[in-house]
Nanobody
Framework: QVQLVESGGGLVQAGESLMLSCAPS????????LGWFRQAPGKEREYVAVVSWRGGSTHYADSVKGRFTISRDNAKNTVYLQMNSLNPEDTAVYYC?????????????????WGQGTQVTVSS
């Protein structure tokens, strides 16, 4: 069974940082773009960032540009999301996802594998 397993969530104060990790199990995702999404209470899931399968290209939502950095280590089969200058609006469940689509950046519907999510809570 293919799974994406997120870790690194937690409770932080506004202005602090967190790093999320996602380590797929059951297969490797070397040829997949890997992305992060988030869903806040009462809101729809929204796109955060994506990194290409080789790691050479990244794309971010405007709301996190300049604060979040996505990266991947294919040798470790892991994708990371470094989140700096967090604010309460970043509070959400963060999901890792994988896309084999040829488009760049992949559309949300082109992500075929999803993790269970990790909670990030930012207090003011």
């Amino acid at each position: 069974q293919v799974q994406l397993v997120e870790s690194g969530g937690g409770l932080v104060q506004a202005g602090e940082s967190l790093m999320l990790s996602c380590a797929p199990s059951g297969r490797t995702f070397g040829r997949y773009a890997l992305g992060w999404f988030r869903q806040a209470p009462g809101k729809e899931r929204e796109y955060v960032a994506v990194v290409s399968w080789r790691g050479g290209s990244t794309h971010y939502a405007d709301s996190v540009k300049g604060r979040f950095t996505i990266s991947r280590d294919n040798a470790k089969n892991t994708v990371y999301l470094q989140m700096n200058s967090l604010n309460p609006e970043d509070t959400a469940v963060y999901y890792c996802a994988a896309s084999y689509a040829g488009n760049w950046p992949p559309a949300s519907y082109e992500y075929t594998y999803w993790g269970q999510g990790t909670q990030v809570t930012v207090s003011s």
